[in-house]
Structure formats: structure tokens, C-alpha cells
């Protein structure tokens, strides 16, 4: 049973093979589409199922009986007398009226051809042995064409067993297929590459996207140069290349995509998208202390870090590409030692945006901080953010005398203006000026008469008189003074003082006579030159006079009568005469 059903099924194999041949070939030469497909492998089942039907009838079947057996083995071992068959019969029906000797006669010789056959030699090897030969022919075709064409049976065969899969039918095309970047984030640009290679490169190329088993329309992709020499390695003509790409300007969720051109589609790949969690903006809120008065800032962060006065108060606004479900901030010292944070205050989502989170802490120490992300699906942040944290101090208040200089001298009952600037980081508080005569204890005075002064005011001009009558200085006496800030740091004002002043009284006398000796060659000189320029002018002006005057003195003697509008004139000039007059006195009362 088993050699026949061997038989039959070699007989069948090169049948089959064939027709499964044809049809990858058939497959690979036109594409067909789902329908076409399935018809086709229809077909295909159908001429198997022909094929092998007379093997399985056989093995349906099963073993012969006895006296088909029995004939067989007669046949195939050239028993002409049917003893086998004769045995058979008389061992199994009825023997009424056979002779009982000729019965067991006949069933011994039976019996004992039996013992002596051989089962293997009943076989028809020669018939088993004609059928090997097609089969094992067909089995090497297969594998011969297999070795040549491996791209062809790589891409058909899949489609024949799975024509409902949907895969791309043969091409010679090959496609290498890659997305920049990689990793790609939720929200981030992509762009997808890809380069074709083979016989006869087509000039356009498309690609499809693949949502939910549903065809989205062909989009066009935009073609990129490729060197003539291919590269540093010139390519030989049938490895020739083309390029051809396609941006995606947001991406939100993965995708699958095959590329299609006029001479074949590529298999499914998928645009993978990595849902971790980015930082992409980050904004810094500072709401300084309540006795700066200074108004909330808000801004981006700075790649420095951020700075800002102790115990200020720090929000921290973040922008995610995905919806975020915590995340928290590590408060750093600057010891490398210690890399334990001292303070962990955990990321507070939105509650209408989860996209957008907050924190907040108290400046207190520098040092930095690291802010890490958790999404809402539970994957960790991709990147930790870290930046610097300066704590920026309230700097001490300046305070500058400008007027007059630290030493100087002023007669009995003079008023001496003194004036002061001051500056501070935050507030000028108050200023004060103390003054005291010789040794006597100063008093001090609070300057309250001053330009810019008042709530939030930095810098300030404030100018006082020191009265020496008032004071009671005689000649001799020194008054000294100096000026005193004070800011409004709360805890304790920081205060800074100018150095000390003096004015050193003298008679009116002592500072003429003072006056005179500090009275330079360099300012005589100065005052000369002064004086020569007023005499040259004063010179200029009594030539135009006397020019003047011959000229009427000529009219004159003339005995004409003068014209109205020159007797003005005479008038005229007699005034700017008595002028002249009075200015040259002048200037020989000063010049003496």
C-alpha cells in the first residue's frame, strides 16, 4: 500500500511543482492585485488537488484484502498454478463435498509458499524507481531556479500563501527605506528617505500611508540630486541610484507607509514614533521680595541659569511635546561631593493642558537644578534639563559728597552748600548728614529736601547748607561732616558713610589775602589776554568813530544844510562817544 501511495505521489510532484512554478512566475510577470490573487491561487490549489487525488484514493483506500493479496504476490512471483489463491479459498468457505485430504493438501502447500515470500520482493520497484526519477528532476529545478531568481520567489511566495496579507508584488526595484531623525518624537518634523536601485530607475515616486488597513491618497515625494559619479565610487551602470524624500512637518502618532513608482511598490515600513516626553520651552516667572517692590518678571530661560536675590520666589512654566503625568525638580548645591539634591519638589501638570506643568520653589542657596519628565503613559523624559542657580546679594548703598571737596576754607559767617548723590541696588532709605564744630559731638540731619527721593527710588540728589553763623564758628575753628545712606534691606539696613570733611574758618582778610596767593601767573596771563582783546575791539571802534565824524565834518563845510536824516546821525554819534568814553574808564578802573 505504502509503495503505491509512493508511487502515485512522486508521479504527482512534478506535476505540481510545475504548476506552482508557472504561477510564481505568472505572479511575478503581471502583479496581481487581492482578486487576482486569490483567483490565481485558486487555480493552483485546484491542479494540486488533481494531481495527488489517485495518492490519496490509494491511502483512503488502505491495505488489500486477502485475496487481492494473494494475486498480487502470484503475479509479482510468477505462481502460475494459483496455489496461494487455491489455499485461500479452500481455508475460507465452506468444503461440504471437497475431499478433506485434497483440502489440507492443498492448504499446506499454500502455507508453505507463503512462509517463504519475501514482502519487499512483491514491491514493483521498477515502477517505484521510474516515478523517483521526474520527481527528484522537478526538486532540482526548483532549487536550481531558487539559487538564480531568489528575489522573485522572496517576494512571491509569501503572496501566494497569504494572498489576503497584501503584499507588494515583484519588482526589481529594491528599496532601502530610512526616516531622519531616529528617534522620532511625538510633535517633532521627520523627513523619509529613500533611495532606488536597480534596472531602469523610474523618475517619480509616491508615497502611501497605511492607516487602519485604509489606503490614504498617494502624496507626491520630492526627487533628489545624486552626484553623476554616485559618490566617492562610481557606481556601475545598473547600481545606479535614486533618490527621493518626503517631510512630514509634525508627527503625532506612528505610522505604516509603502513607497509606490511606475515600476513597483515596496513592502510596509512603519515611521516609529517615541513617545518620551521633551522639554521643548521652558519660562521663568520671579517674584522678587515684597520689600524690593520690585514689579514680577517673567522671561525665557536663560542659558546661563537663573539669578535672582535671596528668597525669591521661582515658578518654573514647561512646555512638553506630550501630555505629561509628573515629573520633578532636584535642587542642587555646587559641592561635587554631594550629589544627593537637598530638595525634591515634585512637577504639577495641567489640569486643562497635561502638554504644560509648574513648579515652584524659594531661592535660597546657589547652586543648580535638574527637571526630568514623566509622560502621561509612563514613559520617562528623554533628556534632563539642568541649569544654574546664582543667588544675586543686595549689594550695600553708595554715597558720594560732590560738592565741596573734602578740605576747604570759607571766612566767619559764610554759608557752605554741600551736596550729596546715593545709590542702592534696591531702595535708598534715608540720608543723613552729621557735622560737629572742632572736637564737639556731631549732629546729625536727616536730608529730606532731596530729587528722586521716595518709595523705590535708587538714586538720589540731595543739597544742604552749612550755616557757620548759625553754628557758631569763628576763626579757627573746623567744622567736620560727613554724609551717612542707609538702604531698606528688611532684618537690618546696610549702611555706608562718606570720609569725613572739614571747613576751616578764617577772617574775611585771611581769605582775600588766601585768595590772592592762590591767584596764579597762569590766570594773570589769562586775564591779560582777556583785557587785549576788549582794547582791540575798543580800538576798532573809535577808528569807525573818527571816521564818522571827518565825514561830517566834510558835509559841513561845506555850508550845505544836513539832511534830516544825518542830523539822527551826529545825534547817533554822540551817544556811541559817551559810550566809548565809559567803556574805556571801565577797563582802566579793572586793568589797575
Given at each position: ?442 549732629a546729625s540731619t536727616e536730608l529730606t529736601d532731596t530729587v528722586g527721593g521716595g518709595s523705590g527710588n535708587t538714586a538720589i540728589y540731595a543739597d544742604h547748607r552749612i550755616d557757620l553763623e548759625t553754628m557758631g564758628a569763628r576763626s579757627g575753628d573746623v567744622v567736620r561732616y560727613h554724609a551717612q545712606v542707609e538702604d ?17 574758618v578764617v577772617t574775611m582778610s585771611q581769605y582775600l589775602e588766601l585768595a590772592r596767593m592762590r591767584y596764579g601767573a597762569g590766570d594773570l596771563l589769562r586775564e591779560s589776554e582777556t583785557y587785549k582783546d576788549r582794547l582791540i575791539k575798543l580800538d576798532e571802534q573809535r577808528d569807525r568813530l573818527i571816521d564818522r565824524i ?43
Open positions: 500500500m505504502w509503495a503505491e501511495v509512493a508511487e502515485l505521489s512522486l508521479n504527482a510532484l512534478p506535476v505540481v511543482a510545475g504548476v506552482w512554478l508557472v504561477g510564481v512566475f505568472f505572479d511575478a510577470a503581471i502583479g496581481f492585485h487581492r482578486i487576482g490573487l486569490v483567483v490565481l491561487v485558486g487555480v493552483l490549489l485546484t491542479l494540486t488537488a488533481v494531481a495527488v487525488i489517485p495518492a490519496l484514493v490509494r491511502l483512503r483506500r488502505g491495505r488489500a484484502g486477502p485475496r487481492e493479496s494473494a494475486l498480487v504476490t502470484e503475479d509479482r512471483l510468477g505462481i502460475a498454478d494459483n496455489r496461494l489463491v487455491n489455499a485461500l479459498d479452500l481455508a475460507g468457505r465452506d468444503t461440504t463435498g471437497t475431499s478433506a485430504a485434497l483440502r489440507d493438501e492443498v492448504i499446506t502447500r499454500g502455507e508453505t509458499i507463503a512462509g517463504s515470500v519475501d514482502p519487499a520482493g512483491v514491491i514493483d520497484r521498477v515502477a517505484l524507481h521510474r516515478a523517483v526519477k521526474p520527481a527528484g528532476a522537478a526538486a532540482i529545478v526548483w532549487i536550481v531556479v531558487c539559487l538564480l531568481m531568489p528575489g522573485v520567489f522572496h517576494a512571491v511566495v509569501p503572496r501566494l500563501f497569504a494572498p489576503f496579507a497584501d503584499y507588494p508584488p515583484f519588482t526589481s526595484i529594491r528599496f532601502d527605506v530610512r526616516n531622519d531623525p531616529v528617534p522620532v518624537f511625538v510633535g517633532s518634523p521627520a523627513t523619509i528617505r529613500v533611495e532606488l536601485t536597480g534596472p531602469r530607475l523610474p523618475d517619480r515616486a509616491q508615497i502611501v500611508f497605511v492607516d487602519e488597513d485604509i489606503r490614504t491618497t498617494p502624496l507626491p515625494m520630492d526627487r533628489v540630486s545624486v552626484p553623476a559619479d554616485g559618490g566617492s565610487v562610481r557606481q556601475a551602470p545598473q547600481r545606479r541610484a535614486a533618490r527621493f524624500l518626503f517631510r512630514v512637518d509634525r508627527v503625532i502618532e506612528s505610522r505604516e507607509f509603502y513607497i509606490q513608482t511606475p515600476r513597483g511598490r515596496s513592502g510596509l515600513y512603519t515611521l516609529a514614533v517615541d513617545t518620551s516626553p521633551l522639554i521643548n520651552e521652558v519660562r521663568v516667572a520671579l517674584d522678587f521680595p515684597a520689600y524690593t517692590g520690585w514689579p514680577d518678571s517673567a522671561g525665557a530661560l536663560s542659558p546661563l541659569g537663573i539669578s535672582a536675590l535671596t528668597d525669591t520666589d521661582i515658578t518654573l512654566h514647561l512646555a512638553s511635546n506630550v501630555a505629561l503625568g509628573g515629573g520633578e525638580l532636584r535642587l542642587m548645591t555646587n559641592s561635587s561631593d554631594d550629589m544627593t539634591p537637598r530638595q525634591v519638589i515634585p512637577l504639577i501638570p495641567d489640569p486643562i493642558d497635561p502638554r504644560m506643568a509648574q513648579t515652584t520653589f524659594k531661592l535660597e542657596y546657589p547652586g543648580r537644578f535638574e527637571l526630568s519628565l514623566i509622560g502621561a503613559d509612563g514613559s520617562p523624559g528623554v533628556k534632563t534639563l539642568k541649569s544654574d542657580l546664582r543667588v544675586v546679594p543686595d549689594r550695600v548703598p553708595k554715597i558720594d559728597i560732590v560738592k565741596p571737596m573734602r578740605g576747604v576754607v570759607a571766612p566767619e559767617g559764610w554759608t557752605v552748600p554741600v551736596q550729596f548723590t546715593a545709590g542702592d541696588d534696591i531702595e535708598v532709605a534715608r540720608v543723613t548728614l552729621h557735622q560737629g564744630l572742632n572736637e564737639n559731638p556731631t531698606n534691606r528688611p532684618g537690618g539696613s546696610q549702611t555706608v558713610k562718606t570720609p569725613v570733611h572739614s571747613i576751616h571827518k565825514s561830517l565834518r566834510v558835509q559841513m563845510g561845506s555850508d550845505e544844510a544836513l539832511p534830516g536824516g544825518q542830523r539822527d546821525d551826529v545825534t547817533a554819534l554822540g551817544k556811541a562817544l559817551d559810550h566809548y568814553a565809559d567803556q574805556s574808564d571801565q577797563l582802566s578802573r579793572e586793568i589797575i
